[in-house]
């Protein structure tokens, strides 16, 4: 018995030994915080879900080849757990323990930039969803020795973002309104995206020729009511829910039944959301998704992700699109290691990243990146047909050329 | 005119759902001596065991019915297995619902996942009275909470198990040697305000969505409205359940809306600074420190 | 007013932590534990307030993080307007962290222990709000940006031992002032009003100078947390400082417990720490961290160093203090 399990395990150890002649794959190591709990577990997960399926789609075709050798994404996926300290702990665990090449994360401004204040010095690439991010990206900052020159904000400028779709709102909104349009009540949250987005999309909205009010509610509020009777006594034509889709659902069936206003455009809601929760208003509403629709996209491409998206087990919430900010970049990413042929050259890569030009998903044009680091892309609206939950019909305007008047950009 | 109305008759609706928390932690902190910060978590699980039975095919109703007497059940738990044994300590009482409240809060994000959960309107109607949109759910709230004060207001003035605990907040050992056995009935005062709570839930999601995290934005309007009431006081809760809800309804109609809370805040600041008792009197908790 | 002299279990108490301490770095505990650290330090700062308020003075509040938001802030407006850098904002910072804990201390004087926890609350919650609504001065919900700190003899901050270093001087100084008044006669004093107030103020001691004494000694501790936060994270934002994360602070004191010398520490290490260590899942982390909590409440009153403070005395039978 003794001779025959010895002499198994030296054939195992012979086995182990002799190998095929093949290269072995080199590891390219990505990181990725988010909030995988915590409060913002919702949008924090969409950012993991994208980084997996796009890990395991460049794996599975055989991975990324840079300077003659084979690389595997490895990803080091941290939770931050909603907490500023935890992400900074997990950035400098990734970018000086372990030391990935670049970072995608994370789903709240303030912990994007303390990350990026680690990010930058250590020459590590950060790819960031958040548009706020375009107050701090300026000449200065994005210059090399910038602490922001190896960020990229992977959300388009807020202006560009706010101007396609007060465009495309109106544009679908109008047909089916008794009198074309005057007077919009912009209805946010007043936390630090809330605050940001909704400065640029009225002034988009008044570079449309709507007189706007602006109503900023307590980012916890739940009972809308007092909130939405005071909108109502403003007579508006349209009231746009501008952040966040979750307040949004709470608000907007509120709404209706206070019968606040003749026509509405909910931001951030998904049509697939709409259509699962059975919503139905006799007043035409209109939704755009950030950045793309994922209840009922035209785009076929689009609809394979999601399918892929979903299959891979994600929840389906109203910030599941949320992940396309995030998945394109991985294949940008790869695409610029690839012409640099080298993973240890960051400046060549991000010089690469400026000049590049990407068919993804996100966006039926090619992405790019303008000189302050952040990415352009228009947005969809799409208006259900009044009385329905399931009947849509959606639009893509591309983003104005430059800001409204009085707009800093940015 | 009628913007004014309908903000009036919001506010009512709002206040309701404080109010039965306010009833709610009066009673416990009140009578019990007993500070439990988890009592918002119970509501929200009161709201997620609805929206359970509720998207299992069961009516409305009958998932209230249901929410109350699991919240119950977890009331009776939590007495007679934690906080029985800090009632001579209430601040490690207070500490250990903390502690509650994040078990509470996590637990459900296991089971539900963290999403936001909604139930269809189940009354669904909206009556238009004089050009003010009444929402016929918040009016069944509204009458249902009246009839809990109601019940809950007789049963402490009138019934001998209500003079029993007002005697027994007064002076504790004399009710015990006058053969009152206060512990039984601590807790069920306990069960009976987590049954409440468990209504308030289920009349929540009736109204707007709920996530794990909505308890814990309500427990301080609950603490808040029993203290400004007066702890022990249920027409107190009453009262201040309808003071903040009228606050908050008419500084959100009225004032800048992005400083609503902050006025109910400085209402709740003041009194409680300047007739720490209560607007109606109350205990003044049950050490007064 | 002169201390006795410390008993030898408090010098090798005070040695075994010292050491562990200044050695933590070279134990070579990779950069995610040592930043960990960094921010359990800054942590532990400001709790040791709340040691000298709750443990000693038996005022309880959930309000704390928005004195040691004010310490930031201080800090943050400081250099963003007038340029001031870290060490000349630091005694600012300190000075109106306590001047303010002074001043929503002064209700304390009036009404009970619950109502002044709720009160606590309140202003935190308002001065969330003021910060959020506070337009550029605050940098509204956004926030504001901080630089690094400026070297000193040579010291370049941006190498993160040397801001573990510089948070391990505060806080020693912070555990030298914690052991110096619980041991005179001033923190003999906050303790018998701790204990019997109205039997206090009967035999003549002035209870509400004392109070708010230890109120403001409470957020000078704040403030100084709150700039040292400002200057590692490099940015800092309403959410920090609202009524939230000073309930998770209660929470923190009264697991390590408030009244002994290690327990504010203890009771960071243990928070930030022990879900790291223990590698949970994220949420089941919190459900252990509150079930620990029940337990620790149920079975350790004092908090967790009093339960190895026991310990200790049972292993070392004799010198009693």
Redesign the interface.
Known sequence: MKTLSAALVAAAFVGLMVRPAHAVDEELKIGVVAAESGSFVSAGNTIVAAAKLATQQINDAGGIKIGGKTYKIKLYIRDNRTDVNVTIAAARELVDDIGVKAIWGTETHDFSVSMAKITGPAKVLQFSGNSSLGAVLDDKSVAPGGWLHYTFQSEPQEWQRSGSTAKGVLSLLTPLMAHPPKHSVVFVGNDATGQYLSSHYVKALEAEGQQVDLVKYPPDTTDFSPLLTRIKGMNPDIVHFWYNGDSTLTAFPQALKLEVAPAYFLFGVDPGIYQERQLKSDKPVTMSCVPVCWGSSPYPVVQDYFKKYFELGASKGPQSSVSLLYYDYFFMYAKALEEVGSIDQPDAVVDALLKMNYQGVVSPVPLTFNPHHQVTFATEVCLVKPGTSDEFNCTVEQPPPAPPPGDTGG | MEIFIQQLVNSLSVASVTILIGIGITLIFGLAGIVNFAHGEFLMIGGMITWFLVTSGMNFFLALVGAMIFVGALGFVAERGLFQFTLNRPMNGFIMSIGVSVILQHVVIRLFNEVQKTIPDPVGKVWVVGGVNVIAMRAVVVALTALVVAITYFGISRSRYGMALRASIADQETAELMGIPVRRYVTGVFVYGSVLAGLGGALMIALFPITPFTGSVLIIRGFAVSLIGGLGNVAGAVAGGLILGLVDGLSAGYGFPEWTDAYSLVVMIAILILRPQGLLGGTLGPRAT | MMSPRPSRQEIVAAVVVLVFLVSFPWLNP???????AI?TGI?SIALYGLGIQFGQA?I?SVGHAAFVGIGAYTAAILAGRLGVGFWLALPFSTLLSAVFAGLIGL?SL??????Y???T???C??FD?AL??GGTFTG????L?VGSIDPIFGLNF?Q?RNSYYLVVVMLLICLLATYLMMNSSYGRTLRAIREN?PLARAVGINTALHKIGALMVSGAFAGTAGILQAY????I?P??YG??PS?YL??MV?LGGSRLLYGPLAGAIIV?FLPEILKLD???S??A??????VV??LL?GGVSSGLLEIYRRLMPGRRR
Request: hydrophobic share 45%.
């Open positions: 990779g950069y995610r534990y040592l930043s960990l921010t942590t038996g309880m209700p009036r009404v009970g222990g619950q109502h926890i709720i009160i609350f309140c202003f919650a308002l709000l959020t609504n509204a919900a956004t926030g940006d941006d993160l107030e590692y994270l490099r940015h934002s959410g920090l009524p939230f309930l209660a929470l009264m930030s994220p949420i089941d919190r459900i961290y509150g079930i620990g909590l029940l409440i149920l009153p």
